[in-house]
């Protein structure tokens, strides 16, 4: 039988067709997971596979189709801050859906984002090495992410897209991320416009349509996947390298990339109510589908370059190439033909834990989170500084696809 399709499915008859299509897909990949485990609580339990951005798919379509998508991103480059204006000459249909998408759910709770701070505060370092080592790699082995990542524009300038990839990282850690004179919520709501775009342009591609198992990228199930690769990964391997974490830190760590899903145009419906909520919808929509692809192991491979502007990549990809096989493990490094490094592979095996508990250790003196937070929060905006080379991020709608 063909694999279903959007487009089968509609010719099936709408929803019912779409649970009688899916509904003799492999066993395996049967969505399965239940909204009452969801922050909503309640849903229609539709498949999310299935699913994309109703409120703003038709939205930037119709302006990348009316040519306003130059000017839109000419207006956006200066609105930044969450609680600013809109600029003046935006269309009012773009408008209309930046004013919604940009409020903050009735489910928000300040106090639980200002404790995720203050566990940002305490584990900075182990949340930056986990977004790149652990969210960022594990991405090269998500198939349909790597494919549409290296076919869409942002493929053709991996370093730009990266920078914008860690600022949202960035974002997430500030004090003040979901504040009015945060970033957070302008970068999802832009990210959310982006993703729009690709959805919109990617089946375009002379490249991307014969390689892809799906006719529209980026739907809710691609974004969760994306998610778990971010915050229940990095929460999981924290708690295997023994990090002592609070419950009402880790609930609030979660907090903030509940809110995240949000903002980025996830249906609550689908976005976990606790982890172990996230850890069982992980299991069924992100650890099964991990896999090698020719355009993944290339991304692999430019991200672990990165550091070849500063040493040549004398030092810094075998670094980074034994820290991602620390980090996931031997199947994966071989899957994107990481080398084996004899001396870093044995010296994270031997001292990263013990480094962890030296750390936690001076955690506990007085006055160390800080200190430790301000060394950290250095690096990552020298990170940052780095892949922008010192020019503005911006987060923009594209236009066309990689031209190659």
Known sequence: MDKPSRRNVLKAGGALGALGALSVTTPAYAWTWSPKGSVAGTGVGADPRWVWDAEADPLVASLLDRGDVPLVNRLLRNWTKNGQPLPDGLPADLRAFMEDARRLPPWTDHGKLATSFRFTEKRGLYLGVLYGMASGMMSTVIPREARAVYYSQGGADMKDRITKTAKLGYDIMTRNAFDPDGEMIVTCVKTRLVHAAVRHLLPQSPYWPPVADEEIPISQADMMVTWHSLGTTVMQK??????????????????????????????????????????????????????????????????????????????????????????????????????????????????????????????????????????????????LLFLSEAQPIRIEIPETNRPS
């Open 238 to 383: 924290m708690l295997d390298w023994r990090v002592p974490i609070p419950s009402s830190e880790s609930t609030a760590f979660l907090h903030s990339w509940q809110l995240t899903a949000h903002m980025l145009g996830i249906r609550d419906e689908y976005i976990p109510a606790s982890w172990a909520q996230a850890n069982s919808q992980a299991e069924q929509v992100l650890t099964p589908i991990l896999a090698p692809t020719p355009e993944g192991i290339k991304l692999a491979d430019i991200l672990l370059n990165l550091g070849a502007e500063v040493d040549g990549a004398i030092l810094s990809k075998p670094i980074l190439g034994a820290f991602t096989r620390y980090v996931l493990g031997d199947q994966i490094a071989g899957w994107l033909k990481i080398p084996r490094e004899p001396v870093w592979d044995s010296l994270l095996r031997l001292s990263w834990r013990p480094f962890i508990a030296i750390r936690e250790g001076l955690l506990n003196l007085p006055l160390a989170p800080e200190t430790y937070w301000l060394f950290d929060e250095f690096l990552r905006k020298a990170t």
